[in-house]
């Protein structure tokens, strides 16, 4: 077997044992959504999850289009989280119309106290 397929496949597993045990620590991952919270922390639900706490977060932006929302069965979600120092962690949710709105999701985020900021397309 050639060096670089080796390398290949050690570093894969490698990142295929952390992105198991990663998704271990949250419970509740697989079937959260676009973001849970977990210990005083906003998880957005990524392959990974990422968790950011609350003191960080200076606000987080929804951006869906209302058509979407109306005439399909599915839409799309874009949850943009801003921590205080600038940064910025951008996820894509695919949500349908039987599951929670964006508004359900806003309503979850400011009942945490995180400043809710909501762009309708």
Not at 69 to 78: G, V
Request: net charge positive; charged share 20%; proline share 6%.
């Amino acid at each position: 077997m050639p060096v670089p397929l080796r390398l290949a496949l050690f570093f894969g597993g490698i990142f295929a044992l952390y992105f198991i045990l990663h998704r271990a620590t949250h419970k509740n991952a697989p079937i959260s959504g676009p973001f849970f919270f977990d210990m005083d922390c906003l998880v957005l639900n990524t392959g990974v999850p990422y968790s950011i706490p609350f003191s960080d977060i200076d606000r987080v932006e929804l951006e869906y289009s209302a058509g979407e929302l109306e005439t399909r069965i599915a839409y799309n979600l874009w949850i943009r989280v801003v921590r205080r120092n600038g940064q910025t962690k951008k996820v894509w949710y695919k949500g349908s119309r039987s599951g929670e709105l964006p508004a359900d999701y806003q309503a979850a985020l400011e009942e945490k106290g995180l400043t809710v900021a909501t762009r309708i397309r």
